[in-house]
């Protein structure tokens, strides 16, 4: 059975920075056809795709937030940690972590129960 | 960058077909997926590569992309597929090496 779980602070203050862990089990984070995805959804709002990171350490980031953001993985761990600087009120939000299959293109085919993040001092 | 708009929002009555659609220049170019998120919970794959099924979703979800639009089709809707639904599809520049995941805006289904 696969699952991911979130863990983190739930409160964090304007300017910290956040570091948000991503645990698995079911698969490994070494399989070429897997890899793991953070997303965020605001309160009342849309999905957010956030970063990637796959098991030959290939990463890519939003656009937007990429100067913000750094991804990686401790696979003895089963682990993926994602920090985010310079935290703002607007980054409140549920942040998720996501498995990706791979295969010709790529689809997040399980979610954690994602971990709500809220900004404020 | 890229872009994919869907429509904030739609009703449909119950045993009815119910079109999602999620539009993006040249979108038939690129796979297309759909989640399916209730309230208060964490999304789940309804369609990957355009038009397949996960196991366990229900044939009544089908999906389609031609153009720049792609479509999530709910035939027979039933109460229980009031949800959001968000497509996403995955876009690669010139300035990025892998690709990089963008969501749509979702839309919210009414049953009733």
């Known amino acids: 059975q696969v699952t991911l779980k979130e863990s983190g602070p739930v409160l964090v203050k304007p300017t910290e920075t956040l570091t948000l862990t991503c645990t698995v089990s079911g698969f490994s984070l070494t399989n070429a056809r897997m890899g793991v995805s953070w997303i965020r959804q605001p309160p009342g709002k849309a999905l957010e795709w956030l970063a990637n990171?796959?098991?030959?350490?290939?990463?890519s980031y939003s656009t937007s937030l990429k100067s913000r953001l750094t991804i990686s993985k401790d696979t003895s761990k089963s682990q993926v940690v994602l920090t985010m600087t310079n935290m703002d009120p607007m980054d409140t939000a549920t942040y998720y972590c996501?498995?990706?299959?791979?295969?010709?293109?790529?689809?997040?085919?399980?979610w954690g129960q994602g971990t709500l993040v809220t900004v404020s001092s | 960058s890229y872009e994919v708009t869907q429509p904030p929002s739609l009703s449909v009555s119950p045993g009815q077909t119910a079109s999602i659609t999620c539009s993006g220049t040249?979108?038939?170019?690129?796979?297309v997926c759909w989640y399916q998120q209730m309230p208060g919970q964490s999304p789940i794959l309804v369609i990957y590569q355009d038009d397949k099924r996960p196991s366990g979703i229900p044939e009544r979800f089908s999906a389609s992309n031609s153009g720049n639009t792609a479509t999530l089709t709910i035939s027979g809707t039933q109460a229980v597929d009031e949800a959001d639904y968000y497509c996403q599809a995955w876009d690669r520049t010139n300035r990025t090496i892998t690709a990089i995941a963008i969501f749509g805006g979702g839309t919210k289904l009414t049953v009733l």
């Open positions: 990171i796959f098991s030959n350490d290939e990463k």
């Open positions: 996501a498995r990706i299959r791979t295969f010709s293109s790529n689809w997040f085919d399980s």
């Open positions: 040249k979108l038939s170019e690129k796979f």
